[in-house]
């Protein structure tokens, strides 16, 4: 072989080992590979929450959860202690969307001023797990299926003893809002239809939250942010 032609055989080879380093995966440390996710803990932009982790929130402090007649009314239940959790299915790079599964949902200490009615038996989320989704801008997408809607059941006491009524979403979703700067889920007037119950039982519910702080508790508790 001519010698030009020897070397421009090596150069060749340089040049495809050369494109293979370049094509091959760079080992990343786990911060940078973590860096960038939708959901990360403890700050906004920090380590990426993990796929299987379980994400937690009660009540904020002070606030109740509320399932009033009206929008702008307080006839209906209000429960002073309510909690969720979920579990992480997908994190993606942001700006994307996160996915996950509400495990459990529950509502405790209630109270009714619904008339005819002399308190709260209970008050059950139905069909769990919902499927869930949260996007960079912070709306938070909680959704059921045909076969599992999103229902909620509330037994309230009356003189005559308890009735049942259930909820469903028209929609088969709740929407709710991520707000970093109070480290919160907001859950604002979503409106739920009776399906079953007597006339005691309200027509529309109208469910109101707000959960703080959000917390990955695979993490020790350490507080969960959206980018």
């Known amino acids: 072989m001519p010698r030009y032609g020897r070397i421009g055989a090596g150069l060749a080879a340089v040049a495809l080992l050369t494109s293979l380093i370049g094509a091959a995966p760079a080992a990343a440390s ?56 979920a579990t992480v299915l997908s994190n993606p790079p942001a700006p994307g969307t996160a996915t996950e599964s509400l495990t459990a949902q ?49 037994v309230l006491n009356t003189l005559l003893g308890p009735i049942t009524c259930v909820y469903r979403t028209s929609s088969n979703t709740l929407t ?17 239809t009776k399906s079953s119950g007597p006339s005691t039982c309200f027509s529309t519910a109208y469910f109101t939250a707000r959960y703080s702080p959000v917390q990955d508790s695979t993490q020790g508790g350490s507080p969960v942010y959206v980018n």
């Open 30 to 85: 786990p911060s940078s590979s973590l860096a960038g996710a939708v959901l990360t803990y403890p700050t906004p932009g920090g380590t990426a929450v993990a796929v299987g982790d379980v994400i937690q929130a009660s009540l904020a402090s002070g606030t109740n959860a509320t399932f009033y007649s009206s929008t702008t009314g307080t006839t209906g239940v209000k429960c002073a202690a309510s909690s969720f959790s």
């Open 176 to 192: 709710g809002t991520a707000v970093n700067a109070t480290n919160s889920i907001v859950f604002t007037n979503q409106v739920l």
């Open 106 to 154: 529950t509502f405790t200490s209630c109270t009714s001023n619904v008339a005819g009615t002399t308190g709260v038996n209970s008050v059950t989320v139905n069909n769990l797990p919902y499927a869930t989704s949260v996007t960079s801008a912070g709306v938070v997408t909680i959704s059921g299926t045909a076969t599992a809607p999103i229902q909620s059941t509330v």
